[in-house]
């Protein structure tokens, strides 16, 4: 169903300006995207890490945000004992389990007329500004509703992985709203619109000793203050959504229900999207559903990256028939696929 567009990836890394000469980009992906007047604005995440003339190969670099909101780097050895360095995207520090990112990411706004040619802002849009978010913020969302934008995120610390808040009525200035999930919860889409008089979402707890990565529904009154949870997607044992589920873009209204695609990984990992549909008046329902993945990892800018073999969307855009999926692309790039949406409704049955 989905054509990828040939001028794939649309956002490189090294298109994308550092916030900071003492940083690099190594990721711009896992982008929320949205309509804006005559424009496509992307909010990419991207993600840097620090560069040091001094720092040998045997040295990791670790940054972080400091107390008084700028950036500091902590420096490990990677033959310490005390410290798990296998995996480039963290280090664990063994005696108590606490992990430290090698990268930390914000969000940077992309505009374009056409949806394919971008001009990335020269500087973050939102960055890391209180100690819920000192690891940084990723994998923004965006809706309209009403005359609003509101932007949620996630916000990864010390304390856990939250999700926050943002909203704006013209992309210059923002406002913030605080989390609104605590940790452990990421993978928030919220729907363009209430349902039932309500605002609503998918998202996304990550427990621990019981239970596995599924999707839940939330309902609210002010976008803030959340409950009547109801699980509507679980992780299946054996197959392509084996290791967990969770929220891709938010939620597209159709005549047919709501069209969700959500992302989902297999126990090595490999992520992939899939696709249901519910009814407009309740959306923890799953009126049809793809069995297969929609879209899955099959470019080599797709399979080879940072973290190959991930296919991730953050936000879509309709234009009459045509369905634009902007997805993170081996935690790298940000890419582009197309599709008819009827067709992709068909596929559902």
């Known amino acids: 169903m989905f054509q990828r567009h040939p001028s794939n990836p649309l956002i490189r890394p090294e298109a994308v300006q550092p916030s900071d000469a003492a940083f690099e980009v190594i990721g711009a992906f896992n982008a929320g995207a949205i309509l804006f ?19 040998p190969a045997e040295v ?24 798990d360095s296998a995996d480039s995207r ?70 856990g992985i939250a999700t926050g808040l943002a909203s704006t009525q013209d992309f210059a200035s923002v406002e913030r709203h605080g989390i609104i999930f605590p940790p452990a919860n990421r993978d928030v889409t919220i729907f363009p619109g209430r349902v039932n008089g309500q605002y609503a979402c998918y998202h996304r707890p990550m427990p621990g000793m019981f239970g596995g ?34 929220g891709g873009a938010p939620p597209i209204w159709t005549e047919r229900g709501w069209l969700t695609i959500y992302h989902a990984a297999d126990r090595r990992d490999r992520y992939c999207l899939g696709a249901f549909l519910s009814p407009h008046d309740d959306p923890a329902e799953i009126i049809a559903r793809a069995s297969e993945p929609i879209f899955e990892p ?17 936000g879509t855009v309709v234009q009459g028939d045509r369905l634009r999926l902007y997805y993170g692309a081996a935690d790298e790039t940000v890419a582009l696929a197309e599709a008819s949406l009827t067709d992709v409704l068909d596929a559902l049955g």
Do not use: K
């Open 213 to 246: 990565y599924n999707m839940w529904l939330a309902q609210s009154p002010d976008l803030l203050h959340w409950g009547q949870h109801r699980v509507v997607l679980t992780a299946q044992p054996n197959a392509w959504e084996s290791g967990r589920v969770g």
């Open 90 to 159: 963290f280090v664990i520090h063994r005696p108590t389990g606490n992990l430290f990112l090698t990268s930390i990411s914000h969000i940077r706004l992309a505009r374009s007329s056409d949806g394919v040619q971008f001009q990335i802002d020269r500087q973050p849009w939102l960055r890391p500004t209180t100690p819920d978010e000192s690891f940084g913020i990723e994998d923004a969302r965006v809706v309209q509703i009403e005359n609003r934008y509101y932007i949620n995120f996630t916000a990864v610390s010390p304390r």
């Open 60 to 83: 990791v670099l670790l940054p972080s945000m400091d107390s008084r909101g700028g950036l500091s780097v902590r420096r490990i050895r990677r033959n310490d004992p005390d410290y």
């Open 298 to 314: 099959q470019a080599a800018y797709e399979t080879e990256g940072f973290f190959g073999n991930v296919v991730f969307t953050c």
């Open 37 to 55: 007047g005559d424009e496509t604005i992307l909010l990419v995440r991207v993600a840097e890490r620090p560069v040091a003339a001094d720092a």
